[in-house]
């Protein structure tokens, strides 16, 4: 398994590190590092608007990704809803009220998980 890249945007340093490493810190200030992962390569230290560039582009991407995941879980939430607003449309029986049951748990779940 490959160590991965974290880097420190405002001291513009990198260190190699496993990806499962937690609380990665920077060398040099102490604040948290981000990880790059593997691939994408690091400008040097003296590259300052490579380093903007590298930092604007990765928050960017971050950002998509948490809207991303707030649009599926939304989704998710809405057909849970409209499943079990079907569900109890029908008439009741053993099987249907274990589903209602069931979908209103994993529904709670993404509600308040």
């Known amino acids: 398994m490959s160590n991965y890249t974290w880097v420190c945007f405002s001291c513009r340093t990198a260190s190699r590190r496993a990806p499962v490493a937690k609380d990665v810190r920077c060398r040099r200030c102490a604040s948290p590092c981000e990880c790059l992962g593997y691939k994408i390569p690091v ?23 948490f809207f991303s995941q707030q ?43």
């Open 71 to 113: 649009a599926l879980r939304t989704r998710r939430i809405h057909d849970i809803e409209q499943e079990i607003a079907r569900l109890e449309s029908l008439a009741s029986n053993e099987g249907r009220a274990a589903a209602i049951k069931r979908l209103r748990k994993q529904l709670e779940q993404l509600l308040h998980g």
């Open 43 to 65: 400008p040097p230290k003296a590259r300052a608007r490579e380093w903007a560039v590298l930092a604007e582009t990765f928050y960017d991407s971050r950002r998509r990704h």
